[in-house]
T-cell receptor, first 113, second 112 residues
Framework: GAGVSQTPSNKVTEKGKYVELRCDPISGHTALYWYRQSLGQGPEFLIYFQGTGAADDSGLPNDRFFAVRPEGSVSTLKIQRTERGDSAVYLCASSSDRSGKAFFGQGTRLTVV | TQLLEQSPQFLSIQEGENLTVYCNSS?????LQWYRQEPGEGPVLLVT?????EVKKLKRLTFQFGDARKDSSLHITAAQPGDTGLYLCAGVRREYGNKLVFGAGTILRVKS
C-alpha cells in the first residue's frame, strides 16, 4: 500500500493479557516511530527505530512495553500484563529522511477492560 | 508541563470567519510541523517550517515560524466546515534526535 498500515484497527483485551500491535511503514522508509495518544491529547512519543535498531526508546513508560523491527520494515509493539491505563490510540509513523517529516497510520485503538 | 503549548484548546466558529491558532515554547526547535487529525485517523502533515521568520501558505492556511524558532502560528482565512479537526503542532530538537514532540492540540469546529 501507499501509506502506513496498522493492524488491528481496534483491539479490546482483558486486564493482564498480552497484546501485539503491528505497523507496516511506507516502503523504503528507514525511520519508524511509535506514539500513544490519549483522548484530548497530542501524540506522546514511545520509541524510534532507525533501520532495525531502536535509536531512542526513552518514551516507553515501563518494562511492560517492548517493540521490535527485526528486518528494518514491519514493527511490532508488544505490551505485557496490560492495565486499564494502557487504553489509548497507538500511532505508528514512518519517515524517509532526517527532517523528521513523518507520515502516520490510522492508529490502533486499544481498550483494556 | 508540555514542551509545546497550544492555544486555544478549543475553538468553535461560524463558517467564513478567520482564526489563528498558536504554538509556543521556551525552547528552540530546528523545525516545526503542523498536522491536522480527524476522528479515527492518524495526523496528516500540513506543513514543515525550518527557518526563523518563515511564512508558508497552503490555500487558505498561513503558517508562520517565529524569528527565534520558538513559536509558530496557523491562520485560517474564511474557515469552512471541512476545516473542522484537531490541529497539532510538533517540533524537532537536535537534542532529542529525530523524534517529534507534540503539543496537546487545538480542536477546531466550524459551523455552517
Amino acid at each position: 500500500g501507499a501509506g502506513v498500515s496498522q493492524t488491528p484497527s481496534n483491539k479490546v483485551t482483558e486486564k493482564g493479557k498480552y497484546v501485539e500491535l503491528r505497523c507496516d511503514p511506507i516502503s523504503g522508509h528507514t525511520a519508524l516511530y511509535w506514539y500513544r495518544q490519549s483522548l484530548g491529547q497530542g501524540p506522546e512519543f514511545l520509541i524510534y527505530f532507525q533501520g532495525t535498531g531502536a535509536a531512542d526508546d526513552s518514551g516507553l513508560p515501563n518494562d511492560r512495553f517492548f517493540a521490535v523491527r527485526p528486518e528494518g520494515s514491519v514493527s511490532t509493539l508488544k505490551i505485557q500484563r496490560t492495565e486499564r491505563g494502557d487504553s489509548a490510540v497507538y500511532l505508528c509513523a514512518s519517515s524517509s529522511d532526517r527532517s523528521g517529516k513523518a507520515f502516520f497510520g490510522q492508529g490502533t485503538r486499544l481498550t483494556v477492560v | 508541563t508540555q514542551l509545546l503549548e497550544q492555544s486555544p484548546q478549543f475553538l468553535s466558529i461560524q463558517e467564513g470567519e478567520n482564526l489563528t491558532v498558536y504554538c509556543n515554547s521556551s525552547s528552540v526547535f530546528s523545525s516545526l510541523q503542523w498536522y491536522r487529525q480527524e476522528p479515527g485517523e492518524g495526523p496528516v502533515l500540513l506543513v514543515t517550517v525550518v527557518t526563523g521568520g518563515e511564512v508558508k501558505k497552503l490555500k487558505r492556511l498561513t503558517f508562520q515560524f517565529g524569528d527565534a524558532r520558538k513559536d509558530s502560528s496557523l491562520h485560517i482565512t474564511a474557515a469552512q466546515p471541512g476545516d473542522t479537526g484537531l490541529y497539532l503542532c510538533a517540533g524537532v530538537r537536535r537534542e532529542y534526535g529525530n523524534k517529534l514532540v507534540f503539543g496537546a492540540g487545538t480542536i477546531l469546529r466550524v459551523k455552517s
